[in-house]
């Protein structure tokens, strides 16, 4: 919604805006644009008396402000919905779908249409540091956008993504998320379905030749070409050196990806770029020497500060699949240094305890493990039995960070995983490793 903020904003709308909660990097940047934020949801905000209401799906009955424009039969809208009749009717859509990744693929797509001088418009969510925001009009027919498989609104219990309409389809990967509005993975795939339906006959679907699930989605019916990533008859990346792979189209060779990205999980995502490029009328060498200049997005393996030689990094990870394969990528990084991960299970489908049996695993690769327990419902402690003394569990946010700055040692790396702000850690944490020094 913040993102669509900024594109109304610079597409000459006078926006204004209210949450629950703003934190950045959102925050700054929408303030750093002029547009206005509400903490809250009073009705009170009805005297702002906009032509337009764009609803966001955080937004339930029983809202006051969302009651009152009810009551007086005001004009509003969803988000997905008025980006689409506004904005990308007549654009050239790239949308990027999967449970992960999405956000970090979308960000290198348009990456790298900017680069091969395309001047893409995107709306992604998080902040790309090529770019320093997440979302821009554009100058051309090009548009990059984060496809997201979550619910539209309380009115529209579509998938945001059926909205988009796209010419390029990239479908990272699937698997079980969002318990809180998918009953099971049947209901995933089925929405995922629709929007292969919506992708035209001279389009392109670029998809996960490794996922069965996709597989199983495509099945259902596909109109559309297929380029898969990951196998032999498709996008393939086979490493070379430390920071190299080979990149190959059906045994075709096209160049090495040299970057500073780590793990498997972000190969497969430049493949699913460097695929959908293509489409757009981007050659293969183009797109590796503009993710030569990739520098990641913000809350992606980001560092925050280093203190006395230990680094202290923010991810967005909250699914037990991102969780793995990104401390796998930092442990394949510092070979035999400690990593210390922290974790707040936050998001709705870790609340309900879906993937506590999932979480003790995906959390392997890591020495000592500190989880914040204060919004979960189910026992965490037993879920993370299996890791032994390595787990260690807080409910209170102060004592946590006492406790991890007490266990650090120079040279080890902490590994913040959040799909949130997480109060404050990152700060609170640099603060004690100074005082504990």
């Known amino acids: 919604?913040?993102?669509?903020?900024?594109?109304?904003?610079?597409?000459?709308?006078?926006?204004?805006?209210?949450?629950?909660?703003?934190?950045?990097?959102?925050?700054?940047?929408?303030?750093?644009l002029g547009i206005d934020l509400i903490e809250g949801y009073s009705s009170e905000q009805i005297a702002l008396n906009p032509d337009l209401y764009v609803i966001g799906n955080v937004v339930t009955r029983g809202n006051p402000l969302m009651e009152e424009i009810?009551?007086?039969?005001?004009?509003?809208?969803?988000?997905?919905?008025?980006?689409?009749?506004?904005?990308?009717?007549?654009?050239?859509?790239?949308?990027v779908a999967g449970t992960h990744g999405k956000t970090t693929t979308s960000s290198m797509l348009a990456w790298i249409l900017d680069f091969a001088g395309m001047e893409p418009g995107f709306l992604i969510g998080g902040i790309p540091q090529n770019f320093g925001l997440s979302a821009r009009l554009?100058?051309?027919?090009?548009?990059?956008?984060?496809?997201?498989?979550?619910?539209?609104?309380?009115?529209?219990?579509?998938?945001?993504?059926?909205?988009?309409?796209?010419?390029?389809?990239?479908?990272?990967?699937?698997?079980?998320?969002?318990?809180?509005?998918?009953?099971d993975m049947a209901a995933i795939e089925q929405q995922f379905h629709y929007l292969v339906r919506t992708v035209p006959g001279n389009g392109i679907i670029v998809s996960n030749g490794r996922e069965e699930s996709l597989e199983r989605v495509l099945r259902k019916g596909c109109w559309t070409?297929?380029?898969?990533?990951?196998?032999?008859?498709?996008?393939?990346?086979?490493?070379?050196?430390?920071?190299?792979?080979?990149?190959?189209?059906?045994?075709?060779?096209?160049?090495i990806l040299s970057w500073n990205l780590l793990g498997e999980h972000n190969r497969m995502n430049a493949l699913a770029a460097i695929a959908a490029?293509?489409?757009?009328?981007?050659?293969?060498?183009?797109?590796?020497?503009?993710?030569?200049?990739?520098k990641n997005v913000k809350r992606r393996m980001e560092v925050r500060g280093e203190v006395r030689e230990i680094t202290v990094y923010d991810d967005f990870a909250h699914h037990p699949t991102a969780i793995r394969t990104t401390l796998e990528g930092l442990r394949d990084k510092v070979n035999g240094a400690r990593v210390i991960a922290?974790?707040?299970?936050?998001?709705?489908?870790?609340?309900?305890?879906?993937?506590?049996?999932?979480?003790?695993?995906?959390?392997?690769?890591?020495?000592?493990?500190?989880?914040?327990?204060?919004n979960t419902g189910w026992d965490v402690k037993s879920a993370l039995a299996p890791l032994g003394s390595k787990a260690l569990i807080h409910d209170d946010l102060d004592a946590l960070v006492t406790a991890i700055a007490l266990s650090a040692r120079r040279g080890d790396h902490i590994l913040i995983m959040s799909?949130?702000?997480?109060?404050?850690?990152?700060?609170?944490?640099?603060?004690?490793?100074?005082e504990y020094r």
């Not at 219990?157 to 998918?182: C, Q, Y």
């Not at 999932?358 to 914040?372: E, R, T």
């Not at 799909?419 to 100074?434: C, D, R, Y």
């Open 70 to 95: 009810l009551n007086r039969n005001l004009s509003y809208i969803s988000g997905p919905q008025w980006l689409s009749e506004n904005i990308l009717r007549n654009k050239w859509v790239l949308a």
């Open 138 to 183: 554009g100058k051309s027919s090009f548009f990059v956008i984060e496809a997201d498989e979550y619910d539209t609104a309380f009115f529209d219990k579509r998938s945001k993504f059926v909205h988009f309409h796209p010419r390029t389809a990239i479908l990272n990967n699937l698997e079980f998320d969002h318990a809180d509005i998918f009953s």
């Open 1 to 32: 919604m913040g993102g669509i903020a900024v594109i109304a904003r610079e597409a000459g709308h006078k926006v204004t805006g209210c949450d629950a909660a703003v934190y950045p990097p959102m925050s700054e940047q929408l303030k750093s």
């Open 342 to 374: 922290v974790l707040e299970p936050r998001s709705n489908t870790m609340k309900m305890g879906v993937w506590k049996d999932g979480l003790a695993p995906s959390l392997a690769a890591s020495n000592l493990v500190f989880c914040y327990s204060a």
């Open 277 to 294: 490029a293509r489409h757009a009328g981007v050659p293969a060498t183009v797109a590796l020497e503009a993710l030569r200049q990739f």
């Open 419 to 434: 799909n949130g702000a997480f109060g404050g850690v990152h700060e609170k944490l640099l603060k004690a490793l100074e």
């Open 225 to 255: 070409a297929v380029e898969r990533i990951g196998v032999a008859q498709g996008w393939q990346a086979e490493p070379v050196t430390d920071d190299g792979s080979a990149i190959s189209f059906q045994g075709e060779p096209h160049g």
